[in-house]
């Protein structure tokens, strides 16, 4: 996606060329690009198979999964998890 001064004269519009998908960004409330967000993720996820996947990503991927083959991976519940990372931002 990229900036597109020339829509609507505004700054903030967001201009998809391959889609002619505008948003107008500078008018959507919070709660609606989260729902614009959602949106896209659920498709990408009903696609996933087509979404590329880099080299470093692959590895990445098949070095966790040896972590989880031999048993060196830690899994935390999400309560866990959560209370780190609001510890860790707040």
Do not use: Y
């Amino acid at each position: 996606m990229a900036r597109d001064r020339g829509v609507e004269g505004s700054a903030c519009m967001t201009h998809n060329k391959v889609m002619d998908t505008v948003l107008p960004l500078d008018r959507m409330t919070v709660e609606e690009k989260l729902r614009a967000f959602e949106v896209l993720w659920d498709d990408l996820c009903r696609n996933e198979k087509q979404l590329p996947v880099t080299d470093w990503q692959k590895q990445l991927l098949d070095e966790r999964e040896q972590q989880i083959q031999t048993g060196e991976a830690k899994f935390s519940d999400w309560a866990a998890a959560e209370k780190r990372i609001r510890e860790r931002t707040s």
